[in-house]
């Protein structure tokens, strides 16, 4: 009996570290936006049913959309992101690097 204990507590213990070690890792997937800029520029984020809008400070740096999303620039650009781009804003429009 108190072999399973100790495997049942092994076993959640080990779930618990991967899910750490997911949560920890997951903002190196998100995409990074880059203001360049001389102007705050607001961005209209979607993703899936949530539509979110950030400011990003002239010369600033935000990581949004770590499972993909659509952005759409100060210009009316509207771009898919799946996450993993380097993204500048420069007079407004989104350069995708």
Excluded: H, Y
């Amino acid at each position: 009996m108190r072999g399973r204990r100790l495997r049942r507590w092994a076993m959640k213990t080990a779930w618990s570290a991967f899910l750490l070690v997911i949560l920890a890792v997951s903002p190196v997937w998100a995409a990074t936006v880059t203001n360049k800029d001389a102007e705050t520029a607001v961005l209209v984020v979607v993703e899936g049913e949530s539509r979110v809008e950030i400011a990003i400070d002239a010369g600033g740096s935000e990581s949004i959309c770590p499972t993909g999303c659509f952005l759409t620039t100060p210009s009316g650009d509207r771009i898919g992101l799946q996450g993993d781009e380097n993204v500048e804003i420069i007079n407004g429009s989104a350069v995708v690097k």
